[in-house]
């Protein structure tokens, strides 16, 4: 049965950096499109950054040149390096898999069909 953990969130004032991490199990991580969510609170749940089996990346507008997605295909392990962090980055964040072969660069949550069950980060002023 695939299954997604992610581990890494925290609080941390604003400038600091966090590197969220997500195992996968159950399946091959690296043969599909993967990719980083986050929900805040009263928010929907966006699209933060999404890799694909040969490394393609997006990554939405507001992290581009802060976050770096990145996987690990011998730990099958999925990564968010995150730095100059600002308040505006609070929420949870969730790893989430497409699955299925498909293409998932446009960011869309519907896209995903396996997810985790989050990691809390929270960036104080």
């Known amino acids: 049965q695939e299954q997604l953990v992610e581990s890494g969130g925290g609080s941390v004032q604003a400038g600091g950096s966090l590197r969220l991490s997500c195992a996968a199990s159950?399946?091959?991580?690296?043969?599909?499109?993967m990719g980083w969510f986050r929900q805040a609170p009263g928010k929907e749940r966006e699209g933060v950054a999404t890799i694909d089996s040969d490394g393609n990346t997006s990554y939405e507008e507001s992290v581009k040149g802060r976050f770096t997605i990145s996987q690990d295909n011998a730990e099958n392990t999925l990564y968010l390096q995150m730095n100059r962090l600002n308040p505006e980055d609070t929420a949870m964040y969730y790893c989430a898999a497409e699955g299925y072969g498909g293409w998932c660069h446009d960011l869309r949550a519907w896209r995903m069909h396996f997810w985790g069950k989050g990691t809390l980060v929270t960036i104080s002023s």
């Open positions: 159950g399946y091959t991580s690296s043969t599909y499109c």
